[in-house]
């Protein structure tokens, strides 16, 4: 699964949800959803988490030329 954005991560992990409520899929298949959904969580915390880094840094960097 390719790395993608923030909001397409998010879409993606709501409609893995949406599949998993309804109750339609096979138990094989309802794991290899949920692990993908597992995957997406991870890789938007990576995003969130660089997010945050790169805006401390960037409030160091603007105290700095204050």
């Known amino acids: 699964?390719?790395?993608e954005n923030f909001e397409t991560n998010?879409?993606?992990l709501e409609k893995i949800v949406l599949e998993l409520e309804e109750?339609?899929?096979?138990?094989e298949d309802s794991l290899n959803?949920?692990?993908e959904g597992?995957?997406?969580i991870k890789n938007c915390n990576i995003i969130i988490e660089n997010a945050?880094?790169?805006?401390t840094k960037l409030?160091?960097?603007?105290?700095?030329?204050?």
């Not at 109750?23 to 138990?27: E, F, H, M, P, T």
């Open 1 to 3: 699964m390719a790395k």
């Open 10 to 12: 998010l879409i993606n």
């Open 23 to 27: 109750g339609n899929l096979s138990l």
């Open 33 to 35: 959803r949920y692990k």
């Open 38 to 40: 597992i995957e997406l």
């Open 52 to 55: 945050e880094k790169e805006v």
């Open 59 to 66: 409030a160091k960097d603007f105290k700095k030329d204050e």
